[in-house]
């Protein structure tokens, strides 16, 4: 876009108006969502708030009109107060048109002609780099996962490792909501020495389970999702190992599924290499999520239950009145919004890649 010198009138030459104005027209970074499922929609919904992102186009097999409703009307997280409709094939935002598209094979899409800069991958389908690549054939620069891909695909942890991401890394794993809440409190506690750590995952139900009961290869996982406490396999240690080297064969996890829709409690069980106390433990902490933390963890003594971390943008919350000790052998407890938070280090990715 060229250089353009407008005179604008006194009243608005201000310094918030000038920024505002230099970001939307000039510094934009161009953004395209592949898969308006959970992860994909709230995405959406956060990003229209953010003047140095410009959504330019969305792709899914849903009806568009159905996907405009979708993004208006959210269960968990409220009614948007921006306008939301469909027209042909586009998404109205306000009075913004965004083009909709609904492939499947992301090499029909118009990436080089919309001059895509990243395309958030929230599909779940594209997760391997062979697959994954076919959007930067298709046009686009960058493309960040909305979970953990495969292990040809670079595993960065926001807050964690992102600083050795190279500079001419083009796709990206930023692991699960899962990852990023358990990778930063295995670092810090890691100081102190781990032999072993069971960690189980309290996490509301997915769309990956029933309604009803149902056929699934995971017999567990077929059962009717808000009738049950549901114990169900998930490959969270592959991630962790491949972040923690030296913890390799000394981490076990599982994940336990409950009747609510939202939120989840990460519970760790570990064996330390050295006796400590709950204070001792509450203080590391704090510390973190005061300092160089402070962003992705946060630290509550207060007596909450999962509600009240909706809409936390932290990746994990320590609750400081579940941690417990038994000579070397300590309990840790952990809050996290696994669609908010989540979305919240994926949105750090941007700005990291932005700038």
């Not at 353009?4 to 939307?24: D, G, H, V």
């Not at 849903?62 to 921006?82: C, E, Q, R, V, W």
């Not at 080297?245 to 069980?269: C, E, Q, W, Y």
């Not at 994990?316 to 000579?327: E, N, R, S």
Request: charged share 20%.
């Amino acid at each position: 876009m060229p250089f353009l010198i407008l005179l604008l009138p006194s009243s608005l030459c201000n310094k918030n108006f000038l920024r505002i104005f230099a970001i939307r027209k000039f510094f934009q970074m161009r953004i395209a969502i592949n898969g308006m499922g959970r992860i994909g929609r709230l995405l959406f919904r956060r990003l229209i708030d953010f003047p140095e992102f410009e959504i330019v186009a969305v792709n899914d097999p849903m009806p568009i009109k159905n996907l405009a409703y979708l993004l208006k009307y959210d269960s968990i997280y409220g009614t948007n107060f921006h306008t939301m409709s469909s027209s042909g094939n586009s998404l109205k935002v306000d009075n913004i048109e965004i083009p909709a598209y609904q492939q499947s094979d992301p090499m029909a899409l118009p990436w080089r002609d919309l001059n895509v800069d990243v395309v958030l991958e929230c599909s779940g389908q594209f997760i391997k780099k062979e697959s994954a690549e076919k959007h930067l054939t298709s046009g686009a620069k960058k493309v960040l996962l909305s979970t953990t891909g495969a292990e040809d695909i670079p595993l960065h942890v926001f807050g964690f490792n992102q600083n050795s991401l190279s500079e001419d890394a083009t796709i990206l794993s930023p692991g699960g909501c899962m990852t990023n809440c358990s990778v930063h409190i295995l670092s810090i506690l890691n100081s102190l020495g781990i032999q072993s750590v069971h960690l189980n995952i309290i996490h509301s139900f997915t769309s990956r389970q029933s309604l009803v009961d149902s056929s699934n290869p995971q017999f567990r996982r077929g059962r009717a999702a808000a009738e049950s406490i549901i114990p169900v396999a998930i490959d969270l240690d592959k991630s962790l190992n491949r972040l923690f080297p030296d913890l390799k064969n000394k981490i076990n996890v599982f994940s336990t599924r409950v009747p609510v829709a939202n939120g989840a409690m990460a519970s760790f069980t570990l064996q330390l290499m050295k006796d400590v106390s709950p204070i001792e433990i509450n203080k590391m902490f704090k510390s973190a999520a005061l300092g160089e933390h402070k962003m992705v963890l946060d630290f509550t003594d207060e007596p909450l239950v999962s509600l009240d971390i909706k809409g936390n943008s932290h990746s994990c919350i320590i609750d400081g009145t579940q941690t417990a000790v038994i000579g070397n052998h300590a309990r840790v407890a952990a809050w996290f919004d696994n669609e908010y938070g989540f979305t919240s280090r994926l949105i750090d990715w941007l700005h990291y890649w932005n700038k």
